[in-house]
């Protein structure tokens, strides 16, 4: 079935729950992470192209359109390993914040393996696609999964877990970017003095309870990132004061996301933000 178009959505991440446990040999990090994704997404649309080239573009200015873009660099991958003569024109509507700590770069990524596997008719299998990935960043299969994971090893070994119970999530990134190669650089995990629970978030999920996960919540990057960038802190604080019930930075920041289970709250933490943050969004969780 040849299909002239795809259209794929990319979703955002919030890390539930982020830990260190070791430096590698390789130089990453060994890491266990619960993961799900929130209904702030890009867009994609994929069309053939009658040339062997891959063509990509966006309705924002401020970033590359080469190979330098994951979603480029996943059209490449997928193009050389399965031996596709080809082109692509990828159109990519960004909504997510750029380096921002919600996965936007490998979500795109993801979305552009799945959609490509459909237009050239690859027929691989998620577990496949997910392979592939990991060769363009730790993030990258459980983009393609989507969904509720733990995710080991530097973040490609995954397992499918209960999803959160259903609340809102109120995420605000400060106007500044943070690298997450550069917070992993300057992470030193000996001198952590306690690591969050995974078995305490898993068992929140399980019974579905709301204050359970939001007690569970725990990101070990904090320790860099907050005291790196004050801001990043004082929006902490800010949602934490406005009455969010449950708060933590996202990935190596510097968006922060607040948890909310009443809407009565959500007006009350978002005008609170909106003083000082312009980038403010409240969004549901993906379960």
């Not at 496949?128 to 509720?148: H, K, M, N, Q, Y």
């Not at 999803?163 to 400060?174: E, S, T």
């Not at 320790?223 to 449950?246: F, H, W």
Request: glycine share 8%; aromatic share 6%; hydrophobic share 40%.
């Amino acid at each position: 079935m040849n299909l002239s178009k795809i259209y794929e959505k990319a979703p955002a991440k919030i890390n539930l729950l982020l830990d260190v446990l070791r430096k590698r040999e390789d130089g990453f990090h060994e890491v266990e992470m619960i993961m799900t994704m929130v209904d702030l997404a890009d867009r994609l649309e994929m069309e053939e192209l009658p040339r062997d080239q891959i063509v990509l573009s966006s309705q924002v200015g401020f970033i590359p359109l080469d190979e330098k873009n994951l979603a480029f660099q996943a059209a490449r991958l997928i193009k050389e390993r399965y031996g596709v003569t080809r082109g692509v024109y990828i159109h990519l509507d960004k909504q997510i914040p750029v380096a921002a700590g919600l996965a936007g770069g490998s979500s795109d990524a993801a979305a552009t393996l799945r959609g490509l596997n459909r237009l050239w008719n690859l027929e691989l299998s998620t577990d496949e696609l997910e392979t592939l990935g990991a060769e363009l960043g730790s993030d990258v299969p459980f983009c393609i999964r989507g969904g509720t994971a733990l995710a080991r090893g530097r973040g490609e070994k995954l397992q499918t877990i209960s999803p959160p119970p259903q609340c809102w999530v109120i995420l605000a990134k400060p106007p500044i970017n943070v690298s997450t190669a550069d917070v992993y650089g300057k992470f030193r995990v000996n001198d952590l003095k306690e690591h969050p629970s995974i078995p305490n978030m898993l068992d929140a999920l399980s019974r579905q309870s709301f204050q359970e996960m939001c007690s569970s919540l725990g990101n070990v990057l904090e320790s860099v990132t907050l005291n790196r960038y004050p801001e990043v802190r004082q929006i902490k604080d800010c949602m934490i004061k406005a009455g969010a019930d449950g708060v933590l930075m996202s990935g190596s920041g510097p968006t922060v996301f607040g948890l909310v289970s009443k809407e009565i709250k959500v007006a009350r933490v978002y005008n609170a933000l909106r003083g000082f943050c312009k980038e403010v969004y409240v969004v549901r969780m993906l379960t």
